[in-house]
């Protein structure tokens, strides 16, 4: 199952899948600590702003984590030391899952838009 995947409203496309998806493609690009990851998905657009989002950011690393997607070191070349992720090898494995529900998805709503503009939209 898909870290973030709640079924229902917060299922495939609800904002904890695209963190989880993001927040895997972002570490796949480079290792990354934690607020780097935020600071890139701030960038994103992601609302990461104060404490409880950044909170979701770390439950989220912590998910990827438990699935086995991703591991990490620690870095104590600073203090304090930070976790800095890596992905691994299942989860460059789900990352290209995710590619293709996102190819899916992205046929689904080119064709929405396509039929939607049929209409005068």
Known sequence: MLPGYR???GGFGGIGWW???YSLLLIAEKPRHGYEIASELRD???PIF???QM????R???SLE???FITYEWDTSNSPPKKVYKITGI???YLERIRQEILSMKRMIDKFVEKFEKIGG
């Open 60 to 62: 989220t690393l912590a």
């Open 7 to 9: 079924g229902g409203r």
């Open 66 to 68: 438990a699935s086995g």
């Open 50 to 52: 104060g404490v409880g």
């Open 55 to 58: 909170g979701a950011v770390y």
């Open 91 to 93: 989860g460059r494995e």
């Open 19 to 21: 963190l989880s998806a």
């Open 44 to 46: 994103l657009g992601f």
